[in-house]
């Protein structure tokens, strides 16, 4: 399928209608997401459970027909806008379905593990160029 503008368009504002619900979702779960990140959480879950649902009911032989168009700006759009665990989990269930659990668990390994990799790389190269930040004295009140 070669991309055509009205494609590309119609994924981005997709994409923009999904990273406005994962904001949402942010605020909505802000309160009860102290201790744990549990917008984050019900973000992949809900996200992973929407693109697996609408993938699987919109496939060639699934009981709702949708253009490729549509597929990609709910499932590209949408889904990645909100989230791409979502695309992740996708990705790792057909692994296993195609019979292969091996490559499967490597990929859950290899994106947690060098997820965490990159995201810790990323926070010390910044803390790398940032200013020293004096740490407030704990004992003193305001």
Known sequence: M???????LGIALAGACGTLMRYWVGLATARISQSLPWGTILINISGSFAIAFFGTLTLDNGRFQVSDTARLMFMVGICGGYTTFSSF????????????????????VLSVTLGMAGVTAGYLAAQAL???RPIPDAGKSS
Do not use: F, K, Y
Not at 2 to 8: A, D, E, H, I
């Open 2 to 8: 070669t991309p055509n503008l009205s494609t590309t």
């Open 89 to 108: 989990t996708l990705q790792t269930l057909d692994l296993l379905r195609g019979g292969a659990p091996g490559r499967a668990l490597l990929n859950i």
């Open 130 to 132: 940032a200013p020293p």
